[in-house]
């Protein structure tokens, strides 16, 4: 008897999003909230926060214990050269794995910019550099400025990635290379909980003891075990993207998984978690504001079935995606805060009764979590800077 391979609606997967990201029933904590989608973003400090809260309705205060108190969740540089925010017990296998990759080509990176800059040995330069700053936050933890401050070498000027005309202190760099290896971890936070100034602190001093390192085939293979249970079903091309990994890595780790084969709507081949095979169904309406490169919108590469047509209003030049707002599954607008922390939802087409009232529920909720503060995101969505430049327009010609 030949088995049919189970096809996966678009429907069906909205469903799931709502169900698996705990945006259409709150996580039981903070904790909680960020195994439902493997890890979250950290590139803005907020985001964190707002990933969190959304998924679980989490105090700020909550948020910082997780974070710094109880350390169950720890930040690291890992896929696509980008900042998660990782479940302590999910680290030795991102830093085996997605972590080391990045730190190979850092180094690698470094180690040419080093020799280009007059540097002897660029490689040997390198390790030097970052076996200083290793033993400096062994005695004692600081912030960038305070690293450079107490080593010398961390001020040497060598040409900025990506950019050979602009000199600049390989500080940052020689601790980016650190953290993507794992030795030391983004430990307390020197900002407030809307800015990033990580106070870097060796791995072991941090959380008790080093995590380990899985080796690169079991690291890979737990990051798409989590992946699919919580984005599933997901084609190749979306594993190889969030990884930042190669065809290689993802077929292997889907192999020694033994996924189950599926198809998408459009007959495009995908691959669920093996212990997935049921269909899931959610029988109620959700609405929920999610933050900038929140990991629901930033979890395929292939995005019709939530984003539409909508891509060009919300995401930049670089795939860069701004604050969203969804409607069961699918992303129907953005949000930007008001100078006193209120919350505005920016609808990118008409929006039901339904929809327009739990939206605007959401969005007072969020408001009065805020308590009058207010964040800035480096990613505007393209809608609200058209709206933006409209208004400021307006204001000039006296509309």
Not at 8 to 13: G, I, K, N, S, Y
Not at 34 to 45: F, K, S
Not at 182 to 207: C, H, I, K, Y
Not at 240 to 262: C, F, H, I
């Amino acid at each position: 008897m030949i088995e049919t391979m189970r096809k996966v609606t678009d429907a069906e997967r909205r469903d799931r999003i709502g169900l698996r990201h705990a945006l259409a029933t709150a996580a039981s904590g903070v904790e909680a909230a960020v195994r439902a989608v493997t890890c979250l973003h950290a590139t803005e400090a907020s985001s964190v926060y707002l990933s969190a809260y959304a998924r679980s309705r989490a105090s700020r205060e909550s948020i910082s214990d997780a974070l710094f108190g109880r350390r169950t969740v720890v930040r690291q540089l890992a896929m696509r050269r980008t900042v998660f925010a990782f479940p302590v017990d999910l680290l030795s296998a991102a830093r085996g794995s997605a972590s080391a990759r990045v730190a190979k080509q850092m180094t690698a990176r470094l180690a040419k910019d080093a020799e280009l800059a007059g540097i002897d040995d660029g490689p040997g330069w390198v390790a030097d550099r970052c076996a200083e700053a290793l033993r400096a936050i062994r005695e004692e933890p600081g912030t960038t400025a305070q690293l450079r401050a107490r080593i010398p070498e961390l001020n040497t000027r060598i040409a900025a990635e990506g950019r050979p005309a602009v000199l600049a202190p390989v500080g940052s760099r020689v601790l980016s290379v650190l953290a993507s290896g794992g030795s030391v971890v983004r430990g307390d936070n020197a900002g407030r909980w809307q800015a990033s100034r990580p106070v870097w602190t060796a791995v072991e001093q941090w959380l008790g003891e080093d995590p380990g390192v899985l080796d690169e085939r079991e690291g890979y293979r737990e990051l798409v075990r989590r992946w699919l249970w919580s984005f599933g079903p997901g084609t190749e091309d979306d594993l190889v993207w969030w990884l930042g990994a190669t065809k290689t890595a993802v077929r292997r780790a889907l192999a020694d998984l033994s996924a189950t084969p599926a198809l998408l709507e459009d007959d495009t081949p995908a691959w669920l978690h093996p212990d997935d095979a049921e269909e899931v169904r959610l029988d109620r309406d959700w609405a929920a504001l999610l933050p900038t490169l929140d990991p629901t919108t930033m979890g395929w590469r292939r995005r019709g079935f939530y984003l539409g047509d909508h891509g060009p209003h919300l995401f930049d030049g670089a795939g860069n995606a701004g604050p969203t707002a969804w409607w069961n599954g699918r992303i129907v607008g953005t949000w930007t805060q008001q100078p006193d922390g209120t919350v505005e939802v920016v609808p990118i087409e008409p929006l039901s009764l339904a929809a327009a009232a739990a939206l605007e529920a959401e969005a007072a909720k969020l408001t009065a979590w805020f308590d009058g503060e207010t964040i800035a995101t480096g990613y505007v969505p393209p809608i609200v800077r058209g709206r933006v430049s409209r208004g400021s327009a307006d204001a000039a010609s006296g509309r």
